[in-house]
């Protein structure tokens, strides 16, 4: 029998178990992923009872609330890690964005954002079936951007820019519980992140790594030994330098725009002023979101390191991105985290970089 995942991505429909202890939004959930083109093939209450379905309807993904009685969405978490590789995406509300940080942090794929009411939960259905289908359906390395066993270390970077989506949090986490020193640049990070998320999300990051982590702010001069995350719901560019630090702008995002924050954005605006003294990272995400950013890194000559897609929870974004860029260094995880460190003590930098002046070109 062939395996239905086979089939062509647009008509395969992912098997998706839906766990939450209210019967509304079990229910109002189940039929908007059925009507999306997924198959919804178990309801269960609680962790107890979704624990019992797994073996049994093999679900592809499983949607997830966090508060339930008998056994809440952590402990299941804690439970079905070590039973098997079932992804998993956390449905909660923005109230306690502690609790949604948490659950990725025990290793829940993604997480989506519900609204108060039951009647509104229609408006995170196109969210949460894009990261369904993220998750299940595989992405085709067209072999364009070759794995090196290590990369070429930049020799006079003075800024590293870090974009990063779906499996980002883990992945940034894991980066930055290897960096033992403040980096001898300024760092900048844009991950696709609802607003309310990132103030706790980089507070997270501070304690794990005890690094100078925090949301970035508008007008602020990021210093070296800085690390600034692009505040949820809008986006983080970078607007001019003073001597080694450079000076950061929030943008309000527009009803249209795609991915937020903007990764493209970010690099865009950081290759304008640094050129060739910068580089760029993109980590594991659904989308396009980076390519853009890559191409100008390319048309400045600066360097650009993408996860494989050996580590990346989801290929999207550093796939497109390696290739659009043609010249990406991709590059498991773990050893990510070890190459950055080296950059960020300094490592291969053979003379103190100098900043030119650039335009913005966001």
């Known amino acids: 029998m062939s395996d239905p995942r086979d089939e062509p991505a647009a008509a395969y429909r992912p098997r998706v178990l839906v766990v939450d202890d209210s019967a509304p939004q079990r229910g109002a959930i189940a039929q908007f992923l ?17 624990l ?6 093999n679900p592809d993904v499983i949607t997830c609330d966090l508060e339930m009685p008998r056994m809440d969405g952590f402990t299941f978490l804690r439970v079905l890690s070590k039973l098997r590789a079932t992804p998993v995406i956390v449905i909660t509300c923005d109230a306690r964005p502690e609790s949604a940080l948490m659950a990725l942090e025990l290793g829940a794929r993604d997480f989506v ?14 969210q949460l079936i894009a990261r369904i289908r993220g998750l299940v359906l595989p992405h085709v390395d067209d072999g364009r951007a070759l794995s090196r066993s290590a990369p070429a270390m930049p020799l006079h970077c003075s800024v590293v820019v ?3 989506s779906t499996g980002g949090p883990k992945a940034l986490r894991d980066i930055f519980g290897q960096v033992k020193s403040p980096p001898i640049m300024p760092v ?8 309310r ?7 997270r990051l501070r304690k794990a790594s005890h690094l100078e982590i925090k949301e970035a702010v508008a007008g602020e001069i990021v210093r070296p030994g800085h690390i600034r995350v692009a505040p949820g719901g809008k986006h983080l560019r970078v607007e001019g330098f003073v001597d080694d630090a450079v000076k950061v702008g929030i943008l309000e995002a527009q009803a249209q725009d795609r991915w937020i924050p903007s990764v493209d954005i970010l690099l865009r605006s950081a290759a304008a002023f640094a050129r060739d003294k910068l580089l760029g990272v993109v980590l594991t995400g659904m989308g396009k979101d980076g390519t853009e950013g890559a191409r100008a890194l390319r048309d400045v000559g600066a360097p650009l390191w993408t996860e494989s897609s050996i580590s990346a929870a989801i290929d999207g974004m550093p796939q497109s991105a390696a290739a659009a860029h ?3 260094d991709r590059i498991p995880l773990q050893e990510m985290a070890t190459h950055l460190a080296r950059v960020f003590r300094g490592e291969g930098r053979t003379a103190p970089a100098v900043l030119q002046p ?3 070109i966001v």
Do not use: N, W, Y
């Not at 059925?34 to 979704?50: F, K, N």
């Not at 019992?52 to 309807?57: F, G, H, I, K, P």
């Not at 998320?197 to 507070?203: L, R, S």
């Open 52 to 57: 019992s379905m797994v073996d049994e309807l």
């Open 188 to 195: 900048l990070i844009a991950q696709h992140m609802p607003p």
């Open 326 to 328: 043609g010249a990406a």
């Open 34 to 50: 059925e009507d999306g083109g997924c198959d919804v093939v178990g309801r269960a209450m609680d962790g107890v009872a979704a």
């Open 197 to 203: 998320f990132t103030e706790a999300f980089a507070d």
């Open 358 to 360: 650039g335009r913005s």
């Open 162 to 164: 870090i974009g990063a």
């Open 113 to 126: 954002v519900k609204p108060a009411r039951v009647s509104d939960l229609h408006q995170m259905e196109q």
